[in-house]
């Protein structure tokens, strides 16, 4: 199965701490799409980011940055100077050419006060 | 614009019973739904893919009898959870993405207790 792996299950940081969530994938497919979700308690995905396979670039959205390497089958997600509220869990996810999301197994982020 | 509703947002039934789950495209056309189930503390699972106007296509070790799909307009699809069991408890989640659209919209979920 093509899977995609967060190896961290849960992190706990102290709030203004920097933390970097990890993703690997799997893939067979040429053309494929990699994701980062966030589901709060409240239980609903929140889209963060959506990136081609093609475009490694790194890419900062306010406190917000992904580090896509393809060599490494990697995408991982780090947040700068963590807040309370960015206390979820932060699925990574993968779509390839049948066009169904593959999640991974989610990285629950406790930001602590 | 793109949003997805679900209907109930959180329903308690008695074993033995049915439930059926509504997923509404509510600005937009969907040919294409997807349901996910996801127990507590785990990933989002994909049970099947919906489309409109033919049959759902199930992913490996769903029980299509068990959960039955229909998707009967450009806008809607139901997930009946048939004869409930304790074990179906569970948070469902539904998706739709515009025609034209890039990005999967969730719907908010449907958490179901069975007791």
């Known amino acids: 199965a093509q899977k995609v792996t967060q190896a961290q299950t849960e992190i706990s940081v102290v709030e203004k701490e920097d933390v970097t969530l990890d993703c690997v994938y799997e893939?067979?497919?040429?053309?494929?799409?990699l994701f980062w979700y966030k589901q709060p308690p409240s239980g609903e995905l929140v889209f963060l980011i959506r990136?081609?396979?093609?475009?490694?670039q790194n890419e900062i959205s306010g406190r917000y940055s992904w580090n896509f390497q393809k060599s490494t089958s990697s995408f991982n997600f780090t947040i700068t100077a963590s807040q309370v509220v960015d206390s979820a869990v932060y699925f990574c996810a993968r779509e390839g050419a049948t066009n169904k999301l593959i999640f991974g197994t989610g990285t629950l982020l406790a930001v602590q006060p | 614009g793109a949003v997805v509703s679900q209907h109930p947002s959180r329903v308690i039934c008695k074993s033995g019973t049915s439930v059926k789950i509504e997923c509404r495209s509510l600005d937009f056309q969907a040919t294409t739904m997807f349901w996910y189930r996801q127990f507590p503390k785990k990933s989002l699972m994909l049970m099947a893919t919906s489309n409109e106007g033919s049959k759902a296509t199930y992913e490996q070790g769903v029980e299509k009898d068990k959960f039955l799909i229909n998707h009967a307009s450009l806008t809607l699809s139901t997930l009946t959870v048939t004869s409930a069991h304790p074990e179906d408890s569970s948070f469902y989640i539904c998706?739709?993405?515009?025609?034209?659209?890039?990005?999967?919209?969730f719907g908010p979920g449907t958490r179901l207790t069975v007791t």
């Open positions: 998706s739709a993405r515009e025609a034209t659209g890039t990005i999967l919209n």
């Open positions: 893939t067979r497919d040429t053309t494929y799409y």
């Open positions: 990136r081609n396979s093609f475009d490694e």
